[in-house]
């Protein structure tokens, strides 16, 4: 990893390079943004022609091979999958299904003034498509947190869409009570989810993790259908000024480990915690291919003037996954998809296990938003109710302010009510 100062002559370098990571979502997405839309526009206009296209192309799916997968398949792969493993899902769904009971919200009604009853209904969504990725390694963990809440939630309709599924997906696929999985996948499968083709019916909402090419094909299709967010390749950020340099060399190969483009920064004040880091990472991260191309690329460890500088950092960078050394930390974090805290909460366990989604906000989208939730899956609606005597009592203010705004009707319509 580079260790760049933030402060004397290092710091030119430093802001040079807080720059580029400030624009990271963009200027990935621009990279495959003309092939995208070529797909997009192909699968929108002649539907299952050009998705079957696409599917033999990139997804390798063989002609004449169903793009549905079949329950007896999904179910096939849970009774061939191994018990440990099988526990190990259900274990995590359970977790994952607890923690999106909590965060599910309550309808309500109260009484704002004589006759005035304000509050709010909830409602899922009709249908979403969860898009769980089936390149590098199978992700069944992806699977259970993406289609979970949505159970939670009461989703009527959930399509999974997944190019060359494997049996751990499919198995989780089985465990999570999915009845409509396609084997699928890249822009295809999102243009197909969100237009619709012949085979498969258009959804409300596509959530899930992708690479460049279905995050920017989520992007384009947001007009359409909404999204959770443009999720792209893994970050992880550790700031700490007495963490232990193996533990946080750990976590930092580990996240690295997904893809090459992931983004592993340690941030501190501490100068001989970042040279213990730095040495750790590079023997940690021998033997692992993946993992060694991502830090070498984008691995950076910034060292700050000051501790309060280093929290402006990161928040600055607002990143996927965040370390912090204790619960006190907590105070000062405003941007961030995940908080892990102390040297025995590994970012791992929040990738498969704890119960909080591991779809997370990158590309600074931290900034607006917090990871996948059932919230993604609910609509809040609100509702009002007034009795006439409420209506006469507070029309006349209503009145007043329409007129102000030179809205006729809309005083109109209060007043004929009042009578």
Request: a positive charge; proline letters at 5%.
């Amino acid at each position: 990893m580079k260790v760049v100062k933030t402060f004397g002559r290092g710091r030119r370098q430093a802001e040079a390079i807080l720059a580029a990571l400030e624009q990271r979502g963009a200027l990935n997405i621009s990279k495959v943004e003309k092939t995208v839309r070529a797909i997009v526009g192909d699968v929108r206009k002649k539907g299952d022609r050009a998705l079957l296209k696409y599917a033999e192309q990139f997804d390798g799916l063989k002609n004449g091979t169903a793009i549905r997968v079949t329950p007896a398949e999904m179910q096939a792969a849970w009774e061939a999958t191994a018990p440990a493993l099988r526990e190990a899902m259900q274990l995590a769904q359970a977790n994952i299904r607890a923690f999106a009971e909590a965060q599910t919200p309550v309808e309500w009604m109260r009484t704002s003034g004589n006759g005035i009853q304000v509050g709010q209904i909830v409602r899922p969504l009709e249908s979403v498509g969860c898009y769980v990725p089936g390149g590098r390694y199978p992700l069944p963990s992806t699977l259970l947190m993406t289609v979970t809440p949505a159970r939670v939630a009461g989703v009527p309709r959930i399509v999974v869409c997944s190019p060359k599924p494997a049996r751990e997906t499919l198995a989780a696929a089985h465990l999570a009570g999915v009845n409509e999985f396609y084997r699928i996948g890249g822009a295809q499968a999102i243009a197909a989810m969100a237009y619709g083709t012949g085979s498969i019916a258009r959804v409300n909402k596509i959530v899930g993790p992708g690479n460049l090419f279905v995050t920017a094909a989520k992007v384009m299709v947001s007009g359409e259908c909404g999204i959770d967010m443009p999720a792209g390749p893994t970050e992880i950020v550790v700031t700490s000024e007495t963490g232990d340099p193996v533990g946080i060399a750990a976590d930092l190969v580990a996240q690295a480990e997904h893809d090459p483009e992931a983004l592993a920064i340690l941030i501190t004040s501490n100068a001989k915690l970042a040279d213990k880091v730095a040495r750790e990472v590079k023997t940690q991260a021998k033997g692992n291919e993946i993992a060694k191309k991502a830090i070498q690329a984008q691995g950076t460890i910034f060292v700050t003037e000051t501790v309060a500088e280093a929290r402006e950092l990161t928040n600055r960078l607002a990143p996927e996954h965040l370390t912090v050394d204790s619960a006190a930390d907590l105070a000062w974090v405003t941007n961030a998809g995940s908080v892990f805290v102390g040297g025995y909460s590994p970012q791992s366990m929040g990738d498969y296990i704890s119960g909080p989604n591991h779809v997370l906000p990158t590309g600074r989208t931290g900034r607006v938003r917090g990871g996948l939730s059932v919230m993604d899956f609910l609509k809040v609606i609100t509702v009002q109710e007034y009795s006439r005597d409420a209506l006469r009592s507070v029309g006349p203010h209503v009145i007043t302010l329409a007129e102000a705004e030179g809205l006729k009707g809309h005083a109109a319509s209060v007043r004929v009510k009042m009578r």
